[in-house]
């Protein structure tokens, strides 16, 4: 697995990833463009058009699914491929959103993909959303469905995207401080690391087609809910790092999350961790659940890959 940067292809899709951008731009940046300090109400009614909460059969080919609760009213949705090679082995997926949306119609066949390929079963966790359940409701939910796979599974995968990815990195963190059987392994792609976006470096970023600060500062002040931004529970790059498991991140030079993302792999390295990092040209924020290019597919490839291998160093190798 390729530790840095991905190479740059001379003509890679480049129509095909124009085309997406420019979908990208049209129907999810205005929630970003039009933010304003004061009003996020309309910045979060836009993104929840965009959720998918319950897929359609096309979107899951290959696939059952079944709703479970896992306590204290935390739903699951379990997304088992027909042939379940792995049974007492489990993807634990924490959805995008900014805390306050999601999932979304993209989401699903992803999942469903990751199930097929490794032959895993897939938990898409229903954490509360934000403003109507802020912090840290999302992390007791998380964690409150950790506790309930952990008797059920031998071994866990936490998976998550954008806000997703930020909370499994908390999740993670929480597991640690609780001592309770960690997970095998940690797939955190394009996650959002500090809701403050307090990185210098972020401002140098300047062709995300998806995200923009000025929408994103006052969503999370929603989901804070005036506890400290700077909690790593909140902001999980400000966590402490020592003991945690092998982790796979893959983020974009195109999203202004990647200068975080490039601090989190220095932090995990100093502390320990067995980090396999992908910075890939010219991608924007979780570009993996695209459809129809084939940097996302090869990106979900990585995934599978990750999480299924017995032999970490090998999947590395082999990626």
Not at 119 to 131: F, S
Not at 239 to 251: E, N
Request: aromatic content about 10%.
């Amino acid at each position: 697995m390729n530790t840095g940067t991905r190479p740059r292809d001379p003509f890679f899709s480049r129509v095909p990833l124009a085309v997406i951008k420019l979908f990208l731009f049209l129907f999810f940046r205005p929630a970003f463009a039009f933010a304003t300090d004061r009003s996020p109400a309309w910045n979060i009614a836009w993104l929840r058009l965009r959720d998918k909460k319950h897929p359609s059969p096309r979107q899951v080919k290959g696939c059952l699914l079944k709703e479970i609760s896992a306590g204290d009213g935390v739903a699951c949705t379990m997304i088992t491929p027909n042939r379940l090679t792995h049974k007492d082995r489990l993807i634990f997926y924490l959805h995008g959103g900014a805390y306050v949306c999601g999932p979304n119609r993209f989401h699903w066949p992803m999942l469903a993909e990751l199930a097929r390929d490794t032959g895993i079963t897939v938990a898409v966790v229903r954490y509360g959303l934000a403003p109507e359940h802020p912090f840290p409701g999302s992390i007791n939910d998380a964690m409150t469905a950790y506790r309930y796979f952990q008797n059920r599974y031998a071994d866990i995968c936490l998976l998550g995207d954008s806000a997703g990815g930020g909370l499994a990195l908390a999740t993670a963190l929480k597991i640690k401080d609780e001592n309770l059987p960690p997970p095998s392994r940690l797939v955190l792609l394009s996650p959002w690391l500090d809701i403050t976006l307090s990185n210098p470096k972020i401002a140098a970023v300047k062709n995300d087609p998806f995200l923009a600060t000025g929408a994103l500062i006052p969503i999370s002040s929603a989901y804070a809910a005036g506890h400290d931004p700077t909690d790593p529970l909140l902001s999980p790059i400000h966590g402490d790092f020592d003991g945690l498991p092998p982790t796979l991140l893959l983020c974009g030079t195109a999203e202004i999350l990647a200068p975080d993302c490039r601090e989190l792999k220095k932090k995990a390295e100093a502390a320990g961790v067995k980090i396999f990092y992908e910075e890939w040209p010219d991608m924007f924020h979780v570009w993996m659940a695209a459809p129809f290019i084939p940097q996302a597919a090869e990106a979900r490839k990585t995934m599978a890959r990750f999480i299924e291998a017995t032999d970490l160093a090998a999947a590395g190798a082999a990626t």
